[in-house]
């Protein structure tokens, strides 16, 4: 599965639909998938397809990844998430990316989260 969408399917609030390589957000039922780029544009690695209920295929928005990442983040956080379920899944992120990502540093108290302060 792509990386993001691998990532998102770890948090607690997404739920994975692995055949059709999508990821539903269980409070909105908002759809992610990978972007499919078509002539010379082609989407970055970091692109993600998102269409609503009710909303055609053809009309998803595209929308970049990163953001989505540190927005469900931070969500996850205020659901009530543990550390370590946050860690497993950048664990899961850097290992799909290859490496490290900008996520890669681990979330260490229940007050830290992505754009927060954490502990050192």
């Keep these: 599965m792509y990386p993001l969408l691998e990532f998102l399917a770890t948090l607690p609030q997404f739920h994975a639909a692995r055949p059709a390589r999508e990821v539903l ?4 039922g908002c759809v992610f998938s990978m972007a499919n780029g078509v002539g010379p544009q082609l ?11 009710g909303q055609l295929e053809s009309e998803c928005h595209e929308i ?20 370590a379920s946050i ?7 850097d ?19 992505i754009g927060g302060p954490r502990d050192k």
């Design 25 to 28: 957000h269980i409070g909105t």
């Design 43 to 53: 989407p970055s690695e970091t692109t993600l397809k998102a269409r609503w209920p």
């Design 64 to 83: 970049d990844g990163l953001d989505a990442v540190n927005f469900y983040m931070r969500e996850a956080r205020t659901l009530g998430a543990e550390p």
């Design 87 to 93: 860690n497993r899944a950048i664990a899961t992120l």
């Design 95 to 113: 290992h799909a990316m290859g490496g490290e990502t900008a996520f890669s540093a681990p979330v260490r108290s229940a007050e830290a989260y």
